[in-house]
């Protein structure tokens, strides 16, 4: 059961960057990381993966800690940290907890929090997608789908902006624009 969510409550401006797999999304946020960054914006990423993963190597002492059971294991030097978490009380086919993981990304303080994926989760959220595409006619576009972020022109509904996926920086100066007026942007 999905915790209770309301996206435009978040202090914290909360964009939304979901495509279907290959879209471009990762490539896009790595973009426009920089540019934003030069308006002195500081941006926290949440990624959602679909499988298993693992940040630490078998057998170093934070996969033993998290191994033994210790809940969370935090990985710090002077350059940089680490939480990692199981999360057994989860079932498998749930989606991971969001409120839980924008309340982590909000501890750094940030302007603006982008999320990769979570594509179900009720927030704003610009679409990635390139024609040709399988999935072209399958995206769900909804009433917290702002935008659509293509190499070339889409036809898009009423409402919905049009963003040139080539030109990230276009992309930076309306996000830019959208968080300034957070929440009254949406």
Known sequence: MRPAFDALASPVPLLGITGWSGAGKTTLIEALLPLLDVQELQVAVLKHAHHGFTVDQPGK???????AGAVPVIVASARRFAVMMETPQQAAADEPDLPL??????????????????????????????????????LPVDGWTLGIASPEPLPVADGLLWLPLDQPAVIADWIMGWQARWPGSF
């Open 61 to 67: 002492d934070s996969d033993r800690f998290r191994q």
């Open 101 to 138: 993981l924008l309340d982590y990304a909000r501890l750094a303080r940030p302007d603006l929090i982008l999320i990769e994926g979570f594509k179900n989760w009720p927030l704003p959220r610009l679409q990635v997608c390139r024609p040709g595409s399988s999935h072209l006619g399958r």
